[in-house]
């Protein structure tokens, strides 16, 4: 089970379209308790992204790479850096391979992962994007190493994914903007985690759909 | 919301635009559309000095640039740091061979914007070293001071370091001196009515009518008590009884006063303000050796006012009196 990198392109464009149909929720659990731009922000990240890669032929880690550079040149916050060096551990990861097994795209996962703990200093728990990124990068590693295949390893990196990004509802935030607000950040989900819940959702059904 | 904007997704472009025009005979654009910078930047021999946040909080930051102030800044969107490229562009354009001081507020996204920049300066030759300001005594504990937020008091740092950059003075000086500045400075806010982000297009936060909060933080960050609006006398006390004792403040100190409205309340009830809190330090022996009473630092058109005040030694002294120009302060 492998996709070829250039078919890849596929799982950038679903990030756009994931990103953009998501603006205005990620804008709402943001607004309870953050600025409430967290959709407007990823929004305008990704659709400039969007119009950089049209009618480009880039493969997978070309694509990762224009996105993680818009995040990091046009983008700021806190999303723009995170994110930013999320992509590019990922394009980095699968530079040069033409096919994407299951374990390179571990490598790329756990590149991402490592890069995102280096530079935003946050620990599991703190109701970060890391609440949602570490069990689903753990959940696909153990999958793997308990000889799932790559589509299975997907189902299962998808639902870590989704019960980390839940569980950041009943986290006090102890990082970021929203630890000012100590117990009142308990009680709603992290914006952080959600878009990196959907983020992780759409690429690993992008790929099951490449290697189906 | 009745705002005068274009499209609320590019505020902030169109207002670099505007402000470029405005402003022209002393700061310019860049290559890059979220840096600008003092006209006469990089200034041959003198240490550069950065700063950059997010927008929203105008005359801050842009409006530091000039004369014996900063030398190039990083504009982010509203409430939101700005790129790490707009950083490093903005190190770029300072950098005189000197090395860079890169002066910010407390924040998670700036915190790491900042320290990517600086990577990127790095590899390019450009020495750049930073001060975090941490003044606002209400966003933590004492013990805790490296959780505090960077807030009015960084207008202060700004200006003890672009005056001592001015001198003379090599990048280890003038950081050292940026420090001292936040290290002396303590500020406190107090918000009467929440701003709205015009693509958010609602208030984030609420402050209910009649109300007050107090240590609110300069983008509705919750402050440490929600009380009845009271008096601008009864408002100045309190703000005292929050900042005097944090550093703690002496008998026998000269310090300087920044008082500034947030945005929307107007500049006559913060000279009412100014009024009891000069009195209460005039009778405490504290003396103010110079006050800045004004927009300052604002949010947009939060309504609400924040208190800065900073001990002064010699170097500071000095430093503080020396003339600047800027949009946001100038003092001949």
Same mark, same amino acid.
């Given at each position: 089970?492998?996709?070829?990198?250039?078919?890849?392109? #596929?799982?950038? +464009?679903?990030?756009?379209?994931?990103?953009? /149909?998501? $603006?205005?929720?990620?804008?709402?659990? =943001?607004?309870? &308790?953050?600025?409430?731009?967290?959709?407007?922000?990823?929004?305008?990240?990704?659709?400039?992204?969007?119009?950089?890669?049209?009618?480009?032929?880039?493969?997978?880690?070309?694509?990762?790479?224009?996105?993680?550079?818009?995040?990091?040149?046009?983008?700021?916050?806190?999303?723009?850096?995170?994110?930013?060096?999320?992509?590019?551990?990922?394009?980095?990861?699968?530079?040069?391979?033409?096919?994407?097994?299951?374990?390179?795209?571990?490598?790329?996962?756990? #590149?991402?992962? +490592?890069?995102?703990?280096?530079?935003?200093? /946050?620990? $599991?728990?703190?109701?970060?994007?890391? =609440?949602?990124? &570490?069990?689903?990068?753990?959940?696909?590693?153990?999958?793997?190493?308990?000889?799932?295949?790559?589509?299975?390893?997907?189902?299962?990196?998808?639902?870590?994914?989704?019960?980390?990004?839940?569980?950041?509802?009943?986290?006090?935030?102890?990082?970021?903007?929203?630890?000012?607000?100590?117990?009142?950040?308990?009680?709603?989900?992290?914006?952080?985690?959600?878009?990196?819940?959907?983020?992780?959702?759409?690429?690993?059904?992008?790929?099951?759909?490449?290697?189906? | 919301?009745?705002?005068?904007?274009?499209?609320?997704?590019?505020?902030?472009?169109?207002?670099?635009?505007?402000?470029?025009?405005?402003?022209?005979?002393?700061?310019?654009?860049?290559?890059?559309?979220?840096?600008?910078?003092?006209?006469?930047?990089?200034?041959?021999?003198?240490?550069?000095?950065?700063?950059?946040?997010?927008?929203?909080?105008?005359?801050?930051?842009?409006?530091?640039?000039?004369?014996?102030?900063?030398?190039?800044?990083?504009?982010?969107?509203?409430?939101?740091?700005?790129?790490?490229?707009?950083?490093?562009?903005?190190?770029?354009?300072?950098?005189?061979?000197?090395?860079?001081?890169?002066?910010?507020?407390?924040?998670?996204?700036?915190?790491?914007?900042?320290?990517?920049?600086?990577?990127?300066?790095?590899?390019?030759?450009?020495?750049?070293?930073?001060?975090?300001?941490?003044?606002?005594?209400?966003?933590?504990?004492?013990?805790?001071?490296?959780?505090?937020?960077?807030?009015?008091?960084?207008?202060?740092?700004?200006?003890?370091?672009?005056?001592?950059?001015?001198?003379?003075?090599?990048?280890?000086?003038?950081?050292?001196?940026?420090?001292?500045?936040?290290?002396?400075?303590?500020?406190?806010?107090?918000?009467?009515?929440?701003?709205?982000?015009?693509?958010?297009?609602?208030?984030?936060?609420?402050?209910?009518?009649?109300?007050?909060?107090?240590?609110?933080?300069?983008?509705?960050?919750?402050?440490?008590?929600?009380?009845?609006?009271?008096?601008?006398?009864?408002?100045?006390?309190?703000?005292?009884?929050?900042?005097?004792?944090?550093?703690?403040?002496?008998?026998?100190?000269?310090?300087?006063?920044?008082?500034?409205?947030?945005?929307?309340?107007?500049?006559?009830?913060?000279?009412?303000?100014?009024?009891?809190?000069?009195?209460?330090?005039?009778?405490?022996?504290?003396?103010?050796?110079?006050?800045?009473?004004?927009?300052?630092?604002?949010?947009?058109?939060?309504?609400?006012?924040?208190?800065?005040?900073?001990?002064?030694?010699?170097?500071?002294?000095?430093?503080?009196?020396?003339?600047?120009?800027?949009?946001?302060?100038?003092?001949?």
């Amino acid at each position: 089970m492998t996709f070829k990198n250039k078919d890849g392109i #596929a799982i950038v +464009e679903s990030l756009i379209t994931t990103i953009q /149909a998501n $603006r205005d929720y990620l804008s709402e659990i =943001d607004g309870k &308790i953050g600025d409430g731009d967290h959709g407007i922000n990823m929004n305008k990240g990704f659709t400039l992204c969007g119009a950089r890669i049209k009618g480009r032929e880039y493969n997978m880690s070309e694509a990762l790479q224009v996105l993680s550079s818009t995040l990091l040149t046009d983008i700021g916050g806190s999303m723009g850096p995170l994110y930013g060096v999320f992509f590019e551990a990922m394009a980095d990861a699968s530079e040069g391979k033409e096919e994407i097994d299951a374990a390179i795209f571990g490598e790329m996962l756990q #590149a991402a992962l +490592e890069e995102v703990q280096e530079i935003g200093n /946050a620990k $599991r728990g703190d109701k970060t994007l890391l =609440d949602t990124l &570490i069990p689903a990068v753990e959940a696909y590693s153990s999958a793997l190493a308990e000889g799932m295949d790559f589509y299975t390893a997907l189902v299962e990196l998808k639902e870590a994914a989704r019960t980390g990004w839940c569980s950041t509802e009943e986290m006090v935030a102890r990082i970021g903007r929203a630890s000012r607000l100590g117990e009142r950040s308990r009680g709603v989900l992290d914006a952080g985690a959600t878009s990196c819940y959907l983020m992780l959702h759409a690429m690993a059904s992008a790929i099951q759909q490449l290697i189906r | 919301m009745s705002r005068i904007i274009n499209n609320p997704d590019f505020v902030v472009e169109d207002m670099l635009k505007g402000y470029v025009k405005a402003h022209a005979n002393l700061l310019a654009g860049t290559d890059n559309p979220r840096v600008l910078k003092y006209k006469n930047a990089p200034v041959e021999g003198k240490v550069g000095i950065v700063t950059g946040g997010g927008s929203g909080h105008k005359p801050a930051f842009i409006g530091y640039i000039g004369k014996n102030m900063c030398d190039a800044v990083a504009v982010g969107e509203i409430f939101s740091s700005p790129a790490a490229q707009a950083f490093f562009q903005a190190m770029k354009e300072a950098d005189s061979g000197k090395g860079v001081a890169c002066l910010y507020g407390n924040y998670a996204g700036d915190n790491m914007n900042v320290r990517m920049a600086v990577k990127m300066a790095k590899k390019e030759g450009i020495l750049v070293k930073t001060v975090v300001a941490n003044d606002d005594a209400a966003s933590a504990p004492p013990e805790e001071a490296q959780r505090r937020r960077g807030v009015a008091g960084e207008v202060l740092m700004w200006k003890i370091a672009g005056a001592k950059a001015a001198m003379g003075a090599g990048l280890d000086e003038v950081i050292a001196a940026a420090q001292k500045a936040i290290n002396n400075t303590r500020s406190v806010g107090i918000g009467t009515r929440p701003c709205t982000i015009p693509a958010v297009g609602h208030p984030n936060f609420t402050i209910e009518e009649g109300m007050m909060e107090v240590g609110i933080g300069h983008h509705g960050e919750p402050g440490v008590s929600v009380q009845p609006l009271k008096t601008a006398d009864e408002i100045a006390k309190q703000m005292l009884e929050i900042l005097l004792p944090d550093l703690p403040f002496h008998t026998g100190d000269e310090v300087v006063v920044l008082l500034s409205g947030l945005g929307a309340t107007p500049v006559m009830e913060q000279y009412i303000v100014y009024n009891k809190v000069a009195e209460i330090l005039d009778r405490k022996e504290i003396k103010v050796h110079r006050a800045y009473v004004g927009n300052y630092f604002t949010s947009l058109e939060m309504m609400g006012v924040t208190l800065t005040v900073m001990r002064l030694d010699e170097e500071l002294k000095e430093l503080i009196d020396m003339p600047a120009e800027s949009v946001g302060l100038t003092q001949f």
